[in-house]
């Protein structure tokens, strides 16, 4: 397996994890986000859309943060990222996908340089504005979290699955622009479980090799 | 069931086409977005992040409409919404997700504020930006799909799936800013092939009870 990707990538972090917490090995391919290499078209042969990440395996690319996850547990179900009933698996997915969708695309790095660029914010303007999705959306997680039954030391019970993996990349960048995490009690105990396990603390931006800041 | 929507919300326009396609009745639940309505107490209680759409069924509440409707194939299996082979659902989930996380989310009503009101942009530049995400999020799905075997008259082969399911409520977007859809012939055939069918069609935003313009 080849994983392209960048150390800051928090879709890349959310499928580090995922191959960590599977136990897979896996090659590095990194491609320099600030730097353009994802528009250079080597990378577009492999990922047409021109972000990262993308998964080389069982002689094919993969694309999309969550649907890399959910392949890589329908093909290596232990330990399992979704619970096993139906309900379960909504709540998790809901979970991840407030963070997948309402939040991260929104503080990407493309629509964080199209502010700057042609619509001319300041980087003040772009950590109000990094920080209002982050709040807003951490809002919603943490009331969903508080007060159900099946928030454990992680999002789902006993065992670190699919929310957590898309949560913890979103608690690292919200460090970015330095967002107070008190009114988040229930997700700040979730990253603190989830950063004692190798599978996270090795999948974090810091330790990866082509860290360059 | 009952279904918390608006006509206009293109993630609540996936839903409605998914319980169509599956068959499954339900009543209509309408939360009207521009006068506020998703953030009345009320509501909130049935969805704590105040978005649509939010659907009521079997003793609980889904959000996300992803989530949602990979609930509905997993409760009602036919017809199936994704493939059967890992690979090919992984595949289908990213097309699924280039819409659903990269084009519809930096285009949503709340966004569209942003920029209008803290941020003071007008209309043209709103509309500039608008057409920006769902143009590179189509050139990339276009790619996806043109040249690939798996691509028959849907997303994936003979019947409409999870990736139509995302893709024809953002075509339906486009036609806000009346973004040109030439480059765009294979999703511009498959839109053709999808609003042929009652599920997709009646499922139209122009065909809900609660339209007001």
């Known amino acids: ?19 960590n917490l599977k136990g897979l090995a896996y090659e590095d391919g990194f491609i320099h986000l600030r730097r353009g290499e994802q528009r ?64 991260h695309p929104i503080n990407n790095l493309r629509v964080l340089r199209y502010l700057h660029g042609p619509l ?18 951490f809002d919603a997680f943490e009331r969903l979290l508080a007060g159900n039954p099946r928030t454990g030391p992680f999002c789902d019970g006993e065992q670190p699955g699919l929310a957590d993996i898309a949560l913890i990349p979103q608690v690292v960048n919200s460090e970015r622009y330095k967002l107070d995490l008190s009114p988040y009690p229930t997700i700040a105990g979730i990253y603190a479980n989830c950063m004692r396990l190798d599978a996270f603390a090795a999948a974090h931006p810091d330790r990866q090799p082509d860290r360059d800041d």
């Open 1 to 19: 397996m080849k994983l392209f990707g960048f150390f800051r990538s928090s879709a890349a972090f959310r499928v580090r994890i995922a191959l």
């Open 40 to 103: 250079h078209a080597g990378y577009l042969k492999t990922n047409p859309q021109g972000l990262v990440p993308a998964l080389e395996t069982d002689g094919q690319v993969l694309i999309q943060s969550m649907a890399i996850v959910e392949y890589l547990d329908e093909t290596h179900p232990e330990p399992a990222l979704l619970p096993r009933d139906a309900a379960g698996r909504a709540r998790v997915r809901a979970l991840a996908e407030i963070v997948a969708c309402d939040i």
């Open 120 to 137: 001319g914010h300041d980087q003040g303007a772009l950590g109000v504005w990094y920080n209002h999705w982050i709040a807003t959306g």
